[in-house]
């Protein structure tokens, strides 16, 4: 493909979606642009704000813990698979909304302690809280959560 269609076909990609420079360079590969032309293309790319990192990385941290129900550890993981900056990903994970954070990490430790037939013992929470920490939340939260009760509609752990 030569680079003006493909800086065509990335501007119109862009303005569709957001996505990071590791995404649009393996477009570029894919369509065996070669690297030094990609990069420029890139370049004037990111200048005229097609894309930002930054920004993609706060779009994503934001889309994850609402409707994938993340954790911030598995959202720092995939960014980190996306090859965006440590920097940008601190920065995307301290936008988080804390309250909304823990209100939808709580619903889905809720959805998961109802399909667990164990219910409120010592291998249903157990069950609940590898769940939680698969989903990327912090294992601290998870376990105050499982402690507070609030994931069996309130009644306390049994004794076992």
Known sequence: MNPQMAAERLEALCSRAEHCRYELSAK????????????????DLEARRFFSDARFAEIYARHKVLYGKWGRRKIAAG????????????????????NEYR??????????????????????????YRFGVSKGYEPALVAAAIRSGVLWDGSPADGD
């Open 28 to 43: 570029l590969r894919g369509w065996m642009v070669p690297f030094e032309t990609g990069e420029r293309i890139l370049d």
């Open 79 to 98: 960014l980190r698979a996306k090859r965006i900056s440590a920097d940008n990903i601190t920065e995307a994970l301290e936008t988080i909304d804390e």
């Open 103 to 128: 209100l939808v990490m709580i619903e889905a430790l809720r959805s998961k302690a109802k399909s667990v037939k164990e219910g409120n013992t010592f291998d249903g929470r157990t069950k609940v």
